[in-house]
């Protein structure tokens, strides 16, 4: 059972949010905050596995509350829920940890993927996002290129390079002919050694790193063999 905390200033979206998800069978909300101070309290009082969070509420914004949710418990998923696709906070959070994002008027179905994909540490957004998040926060950032990353196997490299064009666990698996749990046992070691808190910030050190161009392409191809880059 997927453990979720919904954390919004608006009654009505908690309420429907809550309805559609416990519908799913297989997820239980454990808690539903109003304000970004009472989410971070009820997150270390129910320890969810999921978190669906508005950014923009009273008190303490979702920006801050997701900062302080992570400090205390890192492997903490959360799932930021917004009015519109392009607000700039959407940019911070994932830069501050949350796996992915949601607008509000969303197919319900897509709702219920997302906290599923959250939940088994899958990538939430599609190769054409994930680019323009990248492209995003590469031009923002100014680094220069660093090396690849020390201190991690030959094996996660190769998946590190993946997951920075884009591709889901089940296409990276499909590409290195190994199972999607052996994939996800590299994404975990590989993020646990770099102090990484979601598959953006892996996207961004494959691309700094140079184990991905600019055409979101792996720079070496995996032994598996890659046979085309990834669509969008």
């Known amino acids: 059972m997927i453990r979720v905390l919904i954390a919004d200033d608006q ?3 908690r309420a429907g949010v809550k309805m559609l998800l416990q519908a799913a069978g ?3 909300v ?3 905050a109003d304000d970004g101070a009472e989410a971070v309290r009820l997150a270390e009082r129910h320890l969810p596995d999921v978190i669906l969070m508005d950014l923009r509420m009273p008190r303490v914004d979702g920006l801050e509350s997701i900062k302080r949710v992570l400090a205390a418990r890192p492997a903490t998923r959360i ?3 917004t009015t519109f696709a392009e607000d700039s906070n959407v940019y911070a959070a994932l830069r501050a940890g949350a796996v992915g994002f949601l607008v509000k008027d969303d197919e319900p179905e897509r709702m219920v993927d ?3 994909r959250a939940a088994s540490g899958e990538q939430l957004l599609a190769p054409s996002v994930l680019r323009r998040v990248l492209e995003r926060f590469l031009a923002a950032e100014e680094q220069a290129a660093a090396p690849p990353p020390a201190g991690l196997t030959e094996r996660e490299l190769e998946v590190l390079a993946l997951v920075g064009t884009g591709l889901s666990n089940a296409e990276i698996a499909e590409e290195l002919h190994v199972g999607v749990t052996t994939v996800k046992t590299h994404i975990a070691a590989a993020m646990d050694k770099l102090g990484l808190r ?3 910030q892996a996207a961004v050190v ?3 790193s140079g184990l991905v161009d600019a055409a979101f392409r792996p720079v070496r191809p995996p032994r598996g063999g890659l046979s085309s880059p990834p669509a969008g």
Do not use: G, K, P, S
């Open 11 to 13: 009654a009505l979206v």
């Open 26 to 28: 297989d997820m239980e």
């Open 30 to 32: 454990v808690a539903e």
């Open 79 to 81: 799932v930021v829920l």
């Open 114 to 116: 997302a906290v599923r």
């Open 198 to 200: 979601n598959r953006i």
């Open 206 to 208: 494959a691309h700094r």
